[in-house]
């Protein structure tokens, strides 16, 4: 009778593993130790900062070219893995939960980086997946000419070419201290025609509020090279500033982009200038 039992429970234990595993669940250990760091790390609140401390501001907008390898950890992996993601994937992914919203152009003419027109999720995935029109062959051979379809063709990461960021650079006087924040992020990628062939510049798929994208953020780690066991996450490379861009625009009386009036290698030095004078600001307040 016990034996019966033992028999019972080691039949029943064998079948539990085995619907787990077929149902795609993990059941081994893929690694030497259990990753819990980062999954129950919290986003640190920003200080709090009130108008009449902010001694001085200047609003930029910077460009991640995704090509750069310092900017690598943002672009891979294409495919996701057990641990890691893609920014794009995390970003599809809080749409998705509509954890995150977001924001486009306004019908008059308001820009989506102001954060004025939020969509819902259904507009969201239409963003992510736009239909295209390609022209089927028919399955007669009777001659019948190509059918133009609609199709949907889904933005993928490899797609993203960069990233855009809205930043405030404020010098706090109350504590003496010079630092960037984020107001926005937004994926870059190459536009399409009605055909889905790419056309030539790039566009803003969308733009995020980045304080509402941290709790996002802040739950998945991003590749170290140098050391696999102190991973950060997404929140924290951008906090910490591990990443290049260069500044694209900055808040003018003209409202307009450098390319607007720097073209080449003249655009690049303008870029320079600006980032030069936001480091060189602080350094001059300070007599040594």
């Known amino acids: ?18 619907a787990q595993a077929q149902s795609g669940e ?22 709090s900062l009130r108008e009449a401390d902010v001694m001085w501001s200047k ?21 996701n893995l057990g641990d890691r993601k893609c ?11 509509e954890s995150i919203t977001a924001y486009i152009d306004g019908p008059a003419g308001e820009r989506a980086d102001e954060f004025r027109y939020g969509v819902d999720k259904g507009v969201a ?18 001659g ?4 133009a379809t609609p199709t949907p063709d889904p933005v993928k990461a490899q797609d993203i070419t960069a990233y855009k960021l809205k930043e405030d650079w404020i010098f706090d006087k109350q504590r ?6 984020i107001i926005g992020i937004a994926p870059v990628v190459r536009p399409k025609a009605e055909d889905g062939t790419e056309k030539e510049g790039d566009k803003d798929l969308f733009w995020l509020h980045y304080p509402e994208c941290r709790y996002v953020f802040n739950n998945y780690d991003v590749f170290n090279a140098h050391n696999t066991a102190q991973r950060m996450t997404f929140d924290q490379l951008f906090q910490l ?13 003209y409202n307009r982009l450098i390319q607007e009036y720097k073209l080449g290698i003249d655009a690049l030095l303008e870029s320079e200038r600006i980032k030069n004078e936001l480091f060189t600001m602080e350094h001059d307040l300070w007599h040594y």
């Open 1 to 18: 009778m016990k034996n019966r039992k033992f028999l019972f429970l080691v039949l029943a234990l064998v079948g539990f593993i085995s």
């Open 26 to 47: 993990q059941t081994a250990l893929d690694g030497a130790y259990v990753r819990e760091t980062n999954m129950t790390r919290k986003v640190i609140p920003y200080p």
């Open 59 to 79: 609003r930029v907008w910077v460009k991640i070219d995704l090509r750069e390898k310092i900017n690598h950890p943002l672009y891979y992996p294409l495919d």
């Open 87 to 97: 920014l794009f994937d995390v970003i599809k992914e809080g749409l998705q939960s």
């Open 125 to 142: 995935d239409s963003l992510l997946s736009p239909v295209v029109i390609r022209m089927v062959e028919s399955l007669d051979d009777d």
């Open 144 to 147: 019948s000419p190509p059918v």
């Open 176 to 181: 003496s201290e010079r630092y960037v924040r």
């Open 241 to 253: 500033r591990m990443f290049h861009g260069y500044i694209i625009k900055e808040d003018n009386n």
